[in-house]
């Protein structure tokens, strides 16, 4: 394997909705929120299945809509990992626009996986393999080089999304795309603002994780700069590409349903 890749695609998540993952409702948050563990937390949240969700689609588009240019540099037999790939909406996708290629999505979640392995069956695809197991046991069992790796809102509820990079890099061949997203630190300060939670503004403001909602899962959040410092100046990778998405839009509870929630507008409003 290479120690280092060329080039990166990242992602910079700005204001879209947090708790997509875990409930509609925000005004139930203490509740939706108190895991055993770590991993009971992100388990339960794929509850949330992102390929059915009707704004989960639009959010979905927006991703493909950045990252596609930057796939299709990419060999038409590329070997991509798609890292807590949830239900696959990104791993079917690729495995569509790939189909001489080889997909591999991983998630912890057997629900997840579950769901993910249906609808792959559905489109009928036949390169596409969904594993169930963490990221670092995907990374861990890399036997070939690696084009492409997603870890798309994954860090959000990830602490050890930074030990998860060496490896990540290792995997990839010369040139090959890490496309990685993450949540401001704007859009949780808004987020604890709307819903009055006063307990964590300390932590937003000072520290880059821990249980800033009342509860005992641990959030990351980071500034564009301190992405910028840690991908590029730590570990030598080139940025191709920062984008935030869903900026003025969310599912209800975001700081930003008011002003757009993209199941509720018309094709030529999403334009």
């Known amino acids: 394997m290479n120690s280092i890749s060329k080039f990166i695609a ?51 588009g927006q991703y493909w809509e950045i990252i596609s240019p930057h796939l299709l540099q990419l060999p038409v037999g590329a070997n991509i990992l798609d890292l807590g790939c949830s239900q696959g909406r990104f791993s079917i996708k690729l495995a569509e626009l790939f189909t001489e290629g080889c997909i591999t999505g991983c998630d912890i979640s057997s629900n997840a996986i579950a769901k993910a392995k249906e609808y792959a069956s559905l489109a009928s695809l036949t390169n596409i393999h969904f594993q169930e197991q963490s990221i670092a046991e995907c990374l861990d069992n890399v036997k070939i080089e690696i084009d492409a790796i997603l870890m798309l809102e994954v860090t959000f509820f990830y602490p050890d999304w930074n030990e998860m990079i060496p490896k990540a890099i290792k ?30 503004i300390d932590s937003i403001i000072n520290n880059r994780q821990g249980p800033i909602f009342d509860s005992s899962a641990i959030y990351t959040w980071q500034t564009s700069k301190e992405i910028r410092s840690l991908l590029v100046e730590a570990y030598g990778l080139e940025l191709l590409d920062l984008r935030g998405i869903g900026v003025c839009s969310g599912i209800p509870g975001d700081p930003h349903d008011d002003i757009c929630q993209p199941a509720l507008l018309s094709s030529n409003e999403k334009l």
Request: no cysteine.
């Open 10 to 60: 990242y992602l910079f998540l700005g204001i879209n909705y947090l708790l997509r993952k875990i409930s509609r409702k925000m005004t139930n948050i203490a509740d939706a929120m108190i895991p055993h563990n770590q991993a009971q937390f992100v388990i339960s949240s794929t509850h949330y299945d992102m390929v059915l969700e009707p704004n989960e689609s639009y959010y979905a």
């Open 171 to 200: 995997a990839l061949r010369s040139g090959g795309l890490l496309l990685i997203s993450f949540r401001s630190q704007y859009f949780n300060s808004l987020l604890m603002t709307r819903h009055r939670i006063w307990d964590g």
